[in-house]
């Protein structure tokens, strides 16, 4: 349920979903919430006026006549319904009044996105269909696979898609137990297959027709990251984030090539990358307490090369020129074939490449915001250790990479670090003061800076000029801030003991 937010006295609105923190609410809409901690609870600033509506709040370390007034901490408050909130004026210690931040927006949650490029239809490869078979008798005693197929001509009568397969030798071998064990009454899980009708890829006992999860995987070069997402609605479930596990052999994707070249270096490359989406799944399934055998499909995106090693196929002509993979469309595997921790048919689907260094990974960002459909020109950029731009429309679209580092995910910052909890993902600064909003990601204290983070930190220390454009600190600012360090001149993001 979605509830609207009116930040006063600026007047600023934002929709967000019912339970959505205020600071983040805040954070995304552009509105300046004095915030030290993170969105910890620690440092009292982030206190706001709750004039109409219903906000869930921790009483945290709030006074009760601040309490008694009205006053909430932000970071510490969810959305319960349309709210008007007055964001305090900031003062001097001398009481004069601060000027009031403008409204700043960089960053758009995930959330935001869906608004802005429109919602998609759930239409996922795998789907289930509940049977409740009659028990075979002399009269009727057809194979046990026939009677399954039986079974599917009665629940779909108008099915033209031709007889369907049947995932062999699996599925066969454990049937017949399965059918016998659940009473007849079994779930069948069905593949589309690209021809028209489907492909049976596993039989459960009872019906589990409400349990129907797919995993999809970002591979890439620093980080894989994992969603798993309900099927039947679209749902995401969990997520989980690791450091690929190829970074030892190398950071970038030309060091990875070079070792995969070495005695065992492509075989140990494969397993790197099969273990660190096994931990993903394990992680998942540990938090929603299933099996990763539940798991009924799963797609991956990564750029080539990534895409080739999880493949297990030599990336050594891509190095080379005339820079050729060694496939761009990449078949439908199962999974567990390459080692990954899964139900034995459950199919892996690798998003196609365009060439060498235009991989998987643009292609389904590309996918997902919908660019092919629209007929405005867009821009896509996305920016890992590789970096693409695509710019186009639904008539044409053209794409450029380069290698971008892994700075955006912690590589080479001394305080960079994952998108993963404690992350700095949104920052801004008070013009006069000097002063911080700082929304970490789980809103708890402060440990580095992620991506999103690191371009907004520049950004705002741009504008307010504390920055110049060479990057150059300011160094007479009214602010203990702006400080000599080890490395020269730089910003206090957050002391380590919140003041
Ligand atoms: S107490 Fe809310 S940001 Fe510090």
Not at 6 to 18: E, H
Not at 226 to 255: F, K, P, R
Not at 330 to 349: Q, Y
């Amino acid at each position: 349920m979605k509830h609207t937010i009116t930040f006063l006295p600026d007047n600023i609105t934002a929709t967000v979903d019912k339970g959505e923190n205020l600071l983040n609410a805040a954070a995304q809409a552009g509105v300046y919430i004095h915030a030290y901690c993170g969105g910890d609870g620690v440092c009292g600033k982030c206190k706001v006026i709750v004039d109409k509506g219903e906000v869930r709040s921790d009483k945290a370390n709030l006074k009760q006549e601040d309490w008694d007034k009205g006053y909430r901490l932000a970071c510490l408050s969810t959305v319960e319904s349309d709210l008007e909130i007055t964001v305090p004026e900031m003062t001097t210690k001398s009481g004069k009044a601060l000027k009031r931040k403008p409204k700043t927006t960089r960053t758009i949650s995930a959330k935001a996105l869906d608004s802005l490029i429109g919602s998609w239809e759930v239409e996922p490869p795998v789907s289930k269909l509940y049977l409740e078979l009659q028990r075979p008798t002399l009269e009727d005693n057809i194979s046990d696979m026939d009677r399954v197929m039986r079974g599917i001509k009665q629940a779909f009568p108008d099915h033209t898609g031709g007889e369907p397969s049947y995932d062999h030798p699996e599925l066969i071998k454990y049937l017949p137990a399965v059918l016998r064990e659940s009473d007849w009454k079994i779930t069948l899980l069905l593949l589309r297959r690209n021809q028209g009708g489907f492909r049976i890829i596993d039989v459960e006992a009872g019906d589990t027709t409400s349990k129907l999860y797919g995993l999809a995987v970002d591979i890439g070069t620093t980080t894989c990251s994992g969603v798993l997402v309900d099927l039947s609605n679209g749902e995401i479930l969990a997520e989980s984030s690791g450091y690929n596990g190829q970074i030892s052999c190398g950071e970038d994707v030309i060091s990875r090539i070079v070792y995969a070249n070495r005695p065992g270096g492509l075989k140990g490359l494969q397993e790197k990358v099969v273990g660190t989406i096994n931990t993903i799944i394990e992680e998942i399934c540990r938090e929603l307490i299933i099996s990763p055998t539940d798991i009924a499909y799963m797609m991956a995106a990564g750029n080539t090369i990534m895409s080739h090693l999880l493949l297990g196929l030599d990336p050594k002509y891509l190095r080379e020129s005339p820079y050729v993979p060694s496939v761009s469309r990449f078949p439908l595997t199962k999974a567990a074939e390459l080692g990954i921790h899964a139900h034995p048919s459950m199919r892996l689907f690798l998003y196609p490449c365009i060439a060498s260094y235009v991989g998987g990974d643009i292609v389904a960002g590309v996918h997902a915001c919908q660019m092919a459909k629209s007929d405005k020109v867009s821009l896509f950029i996305d920016i890992g250790t590789n970096g693409e731009i695509v710019v186009g429309n639904q008539d044409w679209m053209v794409c450029a990479a380069c290698s971008a580092g892994p700075a955006f995910e912690g590589g080479g910052i001394r305080y960079g670090m994952r998108a993963s909890s404690g992350a700095i993902e949104n920052f801004q600064i008070h013009p006069e003061t000097f002063d911080p909003m700082i929304v970490t990601i789980d809103r708890i204290k402060p440990s580095g800076i992620c991506g999103s983070g690191l371009i907004s930190i520049v950004a705002e220390l741009l504008e307010n000029g504390v920055i110049d454009q060479q990057g150059k600190f300011s160094h007479n600012l009214d602010t203990p801030r702006i400080r000599q360090g080890i490395d020269g001149w730089e910003y206090v993001l957050a002391w380590p003991v919140i003041r």
